[in-house]
């Protein structure tokens, strides 16, 4: 069972459209088009960067996390349910983190950015984000 909590973000992912760009010198950067969490009446769209600057391993997946997930997943915390997830008590770090980072100097943390029909997991450290 997969437990997520989602990030505390000012808005939710409302996109169909996911770009994932990896580079080694400057990590992984995610662009969706969000909406804010407190609405407003209208449906205003805005573009926000995800941007993972030490990333051990990436994943995209094709495919809607959910409906793939739908039984192995649960929301833990009180954060508003935003569509960018960090997961506690992952296998995958666990497994993964004596290759990448046995010192846990990079304090490593599992995280999912959930599209429409796809998906990006990553082993990263702290990101930053930019909304526009």
């Known amino acids: 069972m997969l437990s997520l909590e ?3 973000l000012d808005c939710r992912i409302s996109t169909t459209e996911m770009e994932v760009r990896y580079t080694e010198q400057n990590g992984v950067s995610i662009n969706v088009d969000v909406t804010p ?3 407003s009446g209208e449906m205003k769209y ?3 960067q995800l941007n993972f600057s030490n990333v051990a ?3 995209c997946i094709t495919l809607n ?3 793939v997930n739908y039984d192995t997943y649960e929301l833990i915390g009180t954060n508003p349910d935003t569509g960018v997830y960090q997961v506690h008590t992952s296998e995958w770090l ?3 983190r004596g290759k990448y980072d046995p010192r846990n100097r990079l304090q490593l943390k599992h995280y ?3 599209g ?3 998906y990006a997991e990553l082993l990263a450290s702290a990101y930053t984000v930019d909304i526009q």
């Open 6 to 8: 989602p990030e505390r």
């Open 37 to 39: 969490l407190e609405e």
């Open 46 to 48: 805005h573009q926000m």
């Open 57 to 59: 391993e990436l994943r």
């Open 65 to 67: 996390f959910y409906e």
């Open 94 to 96: 666990v497994q993964e």
């Open 112 to 114: 999912i950015v959930v």
């Open 116 to 118: 429409y029909d796809s």
